[in-house]
């Protein structure tokens, strides 16, 4: 089981998760994991210290580089990649914890790809 909770917490997994439960062909269950899955990250994000989630938010979601992120918040760029990595850990932290019910599920949709 920790090999499994190690491989579906992995970032690029969660990206890929998010893009696959997104896809217009997804069944009525997948849509809502999908909504589920949507639900469990907003928690996660939410709860991040402010710093955190506000570079986090900079980085993943508005796509600023760590560059980009140090001018517009006047840090450093090393700062930057340190929060993001902190948030990340944070992250799947969270899902680990709350989300032990979706890593099956979660598994189960990687091995159908």
Avoid: C, W
């Avoid at 491989?7 to 062909?25: A, G, P, Q, W, Y």
């Amino acid at each position: 089981m920790d090999f499994l909770r190690k491989k579906v917490l992995h970032t690029e997994n969660i990206e890929f998760l998010v893009d696959h439960l997104r896809e217009s062909t997804a069944n009525a269950q997948e849509r809502l994991e999908y909504a589920e899955l949507r639900v469990l990250m907003r928690q996660a994000i939410d709860s991040l210290p402010a710093k955190l989630k506000q570079v986090f938010l900079l980085s993943r979601a508005d796509g600023l580089t760590h560059e980009q992120i140090a001018v517009r918040l006047g840090i450093s760029t090393v700062s930057s990649k340190t929060y993001v990595v902190r948030a990340l850990r944070h992250i799947r932290g969270h899902l680990a914890k709350h989300g032990e019910g979706y890593l099956i599920a979660l598994v189960m949709l990687l091995k159908k790809k």
